[in-house]
């Protein structure tokens, strides 16, 4: 079955940098983008970013342009979300997705259980 | 970007009952919308996609509607389960966007 775990959440002090990972099974990985989609403490879904199923295409959310980076590791089977110049309002769960469609985009069809960032002095 | 606004952010049922919630589209995203459930503490979970198409392993009880700009999700008889916010997302053009949400509370 399609699993998807997330790792690397923590504490971490403004303007320091973190790297999260999601690691993928159950179905083939190289065939699929990925989604990191993000969500504050009591607040709404905020999409992130997606990555092709061959790492040739990247798309990110005004909010993260610039500071966040999604890059996938095929002979791991491992998609990661680089943050760096983290913001008190970073503070989050961070979800992967796998993306629906093989070879293209899509929407997100299995989701992560998630991993908690928290930016705090 | 392509705005969505969800409608009503909150609402109050009894188990039983037919609900529906509408999502806007600020432009055309033809039927590139999904709808997703999520409980509290736990993941989205994927409902329907395609605006229509209902995801493997959901409830028939789910249907989705619309296209263009306007699209609706609808649960046909509430069961104790269903009470959680709805999520809907256009991936008609990057980069996507999600609604506010809509939480569906026991009345």
């Known amino acids: 079955q399609v699993q998807l775990v997330e790792s690397g959440g923590g504490v971490v002090q403004p303007g320091k940098s973190l790297r999260l990972s999601c690691a993928a099974s159950?179905?083939?990985?190289?065939?699929?983008?990925f989604h990191w989609v993000r969500q504050a403490p009591g607040k709404g879904l905020e999409w992130l970013a997606v990555?092709?199923?061959?790492?040739?295409?990247?798309y990110y959310a005004d909010s993260v342009k610039g500071r966040f980076s999604i890059s996938r590791d095929n002979s791991k089977n491992t998609i990661y979300l680089q943050m760096n110049s983290l913001r008190d309002a970073d503070t989050a769960v961070y979800y992967c997705?796998?993306?629906?469609?093989?070879?293209?985009?899509?929407?997100?069809?299995?989701w992560g259980q998630g991993t908690l960032v928290t930016v705090s002095s | 970007d392509i705005q969505m606004t969800q409608s009503p952010s909150s609402l109050s049922a009894s188990v039983g009952d037919r609900v529906t919630i509408t999502c806007r589209a600020s432009?055309?995203?033809?039927?590139?919308l999904a709808w997703f459930q999520q409980k509290p503490g736990k993941a989205p979970r994927s409902l329907i996609y395609?605006?229509?198409s209902l995801q493997g392993g959901v409830s028939a009880k789910f249907s989705g509607s619309g296209s263009g700009t306007d699209f609706n999700l609808t649960i046909s008889s509430l069961q104790p389960e269903d009470f959680a916010t709805y999520f809907c997302?256009?991936?008609?053009?990057?980069?996507?966007?999600f609604g506010g949400g809509t939480k569906v509370e026991i009345k």
């Open positions: 997705a796998r993306d629906s469609k093989e070879y293209r985009f899509g929407y997100s069809d299995y």
């Open positions: 159950g179905f083939t990985f190289v065939r699929h983008g």
């Open positions: 990555i092709s199923f061959d790492g040739n295409s990247e």
């Open positions: 432009q055309d995203i033809r039927s590139f």
């Open positions: 395609y605006a229509s």
């Open positions: 997302q256009q991936y008609n053009s990057h980069p996507l966007t």
